[in-house]
């Protein structure tokens, strides 16, 4: 009896082990919240990161990252939401980009 008592002991500290390790290691596993592609990575092994310093910069399926220049003077009337009308070499007439 004290033999396998010693054993259920044994068993369960296994078990908690298990489960601790199991939690780390869900901890170093990152995961993007939908599919997508890496665009630029950030940081590199040895650099800091959290939650204000992010390490990869990605792009959801079917999204296009643009570089656009706003004259200065149109500048105030550009902010997050508003729609653009984009010309590019290649394009199509028509486009639209959303900042």
Same mark, same amino acid.
């Given at each position: 009896? &004290?033999?396998?008592?010693?054993?259920?002991?044994?068993? !369960?500290?296994?078990?908690?082990? @298990? &489960?601790?390790?199991?939690? !780390?290691? %869900?901890?170093?596993?990152? $995961?993007?919240? %939908?599919?997508?592609?890496?665009?630029?990575?950030?940081?590199?092994?040895?650099? #800091?990161?959290?939650? $204000?310093?992010?390490?990869?910069?990605? @792009?959801?399926?079917?999204?296009?990252?643009?570089?656009?220049?706003?004259? &200065? %003077?149109?500048?105030? %009337?550009? &902010?997050?939401? #508003? @729609? @653009?009308?984009?010309?590019?070499?290649?394009?199509?007439?028509?486009?639209?980009?959303?900042?």
């Amino acid at each position: 009896p &004290e033999t396998i008592k010693a054993a259920d002991n044994q068993v !369960r500290q296994a078990q908690s082990a @298990l &489960e601790q390790a199991q939690w !780390r290691l %869900s901890k170093r596993v990152l $995961t993007a919240p %939908s599919p997508g592609r890496v665009n630029d990575v950030i940081r590199y092994p040895g650099d #800091t990161a959290g939650p $204000t310093a992010p390490v990869i910069s990605m @792009l959801p399926d079917g999204a296009v990252k643009l570089s656009v220049y706003v004259p &200065e %003077s149109a500048f105030s %009337s550009v &902010e997050v939401g #508003t @729609l @653009l009308n984009v010309h590019c070499d290649g394009c199509g007439s028509g486009v639209k980009a959303r900042v």
